[in-house]
């Protein structure tokens, strides 16, 4: 009888990409303080690069909406899948613009606002300009995170070849 596969084969290819495997996450554990590092740059970098709208203030003084809101929301969070600062849902809007659009109703019969005339049933938003605040943040950010590549850099490679 002829020998058609060998299992033990596919066993042991299994096992040297299991370890291969761990030994990538012992190296993903050791490069986390620095990604922890650099991410807490880029986050201090974004937050001073985001834009902060005015406090809305209705006729009688009472604040009815608190600007910076995008500003405040940015927090930096750190994974086994990787990391990344995040915000409010509409900081695409904000960083990639909108084009004209239409802006109707969705819980009233109409629209209204500080300093209109009177009620409107339908408003042509003339759309917003891009705002790409992450990319200058990175700008802003890169000599630190040069320095910290530098500092880290060098001890991290030492880990890694070690293993």
């Known amino acids: 009888m002829a020998k058609l596969f060998s299992i033990a084969i596919a066993f042991r290819q299994m096992e040297q990409a299991a370890a291969g495997i761990a030994a990538a996450e012992r190296q993903l554990v050791k490069t986390a303080p620095l990604l922890h590092a650099a991410g807490l740059v880029l986050l201090d970098a974004m937050r001073q690069q985001a834009p902060v709208g005015q406090d809305k203030v209705s006729?009688?003084?009472?604040?009815?909406?608190?600007?910076?809101?995008?500003?405040?929301?940015?927090?930096?969070?750190?994974?086994?899948?990787?990391?990344?600062v995040y915000g409010v849902d509409y900081a695409d809007f904000v960083i990639h613009g909108t084009?004209?659009?239409?802006?109707?109703p969705v819980q009233k019969r109409a629209l209204w606002w500080q300093g209109s005339a009177h009620p409107?049933?339908?408003?042509?938003?003339?759309?917003t300009q891009p705002n790409d605040f992450p990319l200058r943040a990175v700008e802003h950010a890169r000599?630190?995170?040069?320095?910290?590549?530098?500092?880290?850099?060098?001890?991290?490679i030492s880990l890694i070849a070690r293993r």
């Open 99 to 104: 084009a004209p659009h239409l802006i109707m």
């Open 59 to 84: 006729y009688d003084g009472t604040l009815l909406h608190r600007g910076g809101t995008l500003q405040r929301s940015l927090i930096f969070r750190q994974g086994s899948a990787g990391a990344g």
């Open 120 to 127: 409107v049933s339908r408003v042509q938003h003339p759309g």
């Open 143 to 156: 000599p630190a995170l040069e320095v910290l590549m530098l500092e880290n850099g060098r001890r991290l």
